[in-house]
């Protein structure tokens, strides 16, 4: 297991404009605040809101990292957490 601490570089599909490809680039992760945890997702889908976020039908505002319906496992915990321990498995 890493130092909770330690920023993590990951891989995430990015929208950086609506009606393009998105690009697949490594980002950097902060560890944690107090009240959060960090989860290493094993899954994400894109979902129709998503599909309408690329699309250019709803506007948020981009570059985004898309994908809110995911699994994963709890990889490090903020200070404060008491009712969560990592590896837990999490579904959002
Ligand atoms: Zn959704």
């Given at each position: 297991m890493r130092n909770p601490l330690s920023v993590i570089t990951?891989?995430?599909a990015i929208a950086w404009t609506?009606?393009?490809?998105?690009s697949i680039e490594k980002i950097e992760v902060d560890p944690?605040?107090?009240?959060e945890v960090r989860i290493?997702?094993?899954s994400s889908g894109i979902c129709g809101t998503?599909?309408?976020i690329l699309e250019g039908k709803d506007k948020v505002p981009l570059p985004a990292i898309?994908?809110?319906e995911g699994a994963g496992i709890v990889?490090?915990?903020g200070e404060g957490l008491i009712r969560c321990q990592l590896l837990f498995?999490?579904?959002f």
């Amino acid at each position: 297991m890493r130092n909770p601490l330690s920023v993590i570089t990951c891989q995430a599909a990015i929208a950086w404009t609506a009606n393009a490809p998105l690009s697949i680039e490594k980002i950097e992760v902060d560890p944690p605040k107090p009240g959060e945890v960090r989860i290493k997702i094993i899954s994400s889908g894109i979902c129709g809101t998503d599909k309408h976020i690329l699309e250019g039908k709803d506007k948020v505002p981009l570059p985004a990292i898309l994908g809110h319906e995911g699994a994963g496992i709890v990889e490090s915990i903020g200070e404060g957490l008491i009712r969560c321990q990592l590896l837990f498995r999490s579904a959002f």
